[in-house]
């Protein structure tokens, strides 16, 4: 069970190949986690975060899990809960491309079945099983793209405003339940899927979203910011005239 410092001995990563995700299961299994269900797609990448894990000191346990497949995310969800599960994250997800999706509704469609379809489809089910043994918290890894949406990567950032949208309500609906909702709103993170990307300023790194969810879950934060001043960039922001928005290099 999570304990006032915020302390889970069980994790289920949903998106087990994550860099967030991983590295925040590094940091727990340092702490006083002992069980982990990484839940992806079969591949070697998973087999070797797995064992990554289990040389940690954790109980590793992998099943498969396709984000676009949801008809079987409450089996996802059932296998993983064969035994109380203290946190889920949600941390899988898919950047896409906008131009792509410009042109092509197929693209466009994917990335939000990803993104935001796929995470409620199986957020709605592991918070039904949290209610059921009483406890839990839920992180959903949101972005500040969802905030206000750029010309440069609109459709990423209507999927991941959707995304935000559901989590903040779900986190409403669950209050007096024992379940708990955080949402971690990331400014942009180096990481391999946007290593081909030119890092914008306040620019982190999955180690250092890790670090802020740990902080998030003692606090019983309800939403974040990583790094915190993106929280104050991104108020500016939302007020800015559409007009000068459209034209500033964001």
């Not at 059921?132 to 500040?144: N, Y």
Request: charged share 20%.
């Amino acid at each position: 069970m999570i304990n006032a410092l915020g302390s889970p001995q069980s994790l289920l990563l949903l998106g087990g190949t994550s860099e967030i995700g991983l590295a925040l299961a590094h940091k727990l299994i340092a702490d006083r986690c002992r069980r982990v269900v990484l839940a992806g797609r079969p591949s070697h990448r998973l087999d070797e975060a797995a064992d990554e894990l289990r040389a940690a000191g954790a109980q590793v346990d992998v099943v498969p899990f396709d984000a676009e497949d949801a008809d079987s995310h409450p089996t996802v969800v059932e296998k993983a809960f064969v035994e109380d599960i203290d946190l889920a994250v949600v941390a899988f997800g898919v950047l896409g491309d906008q131009s792509e999706a410009e042109r092509s509704g197929t693209h466009a469609v994917k990335i939000a079945a990803t993104n935001y379809v796929g995470a409620l489809s199986v957020t709605v089910p592991v918070s039904q099983a949290m209610q059921r043994q009483g406890h839990g918290a839920i992180v959903v890894l949101s972005s500040v793209a969802g905030e206000r949406p750029r010309k440069a990567n609109f459709v990423y950032g209507s999927s991941k405003a959707g995304l935000d949208a559901f989590a903040t309500g779900l986190g409403d609906a669950l209050q007096g339940t024992g379940v708990h909702v955080l949402v971690v709103r990331p400014g942009f993170v180096r990481t391999k899927m946007t290593a081909h990307l030119e890092p914008a300023p306040l620019s982190t790194t999955p180690e250092q979203v890790a670090d802020a969810i740990v902080q998030g879950l003692r606090r019983r934060k309800e939403t974040i910011w990583v790094p915190g001043a993106m929280r104050f960039v991104m108020s500016a922001l939302r007020h800015v005239p559409r007009p000068l928005f459209r034209k500033l290099p964001v």
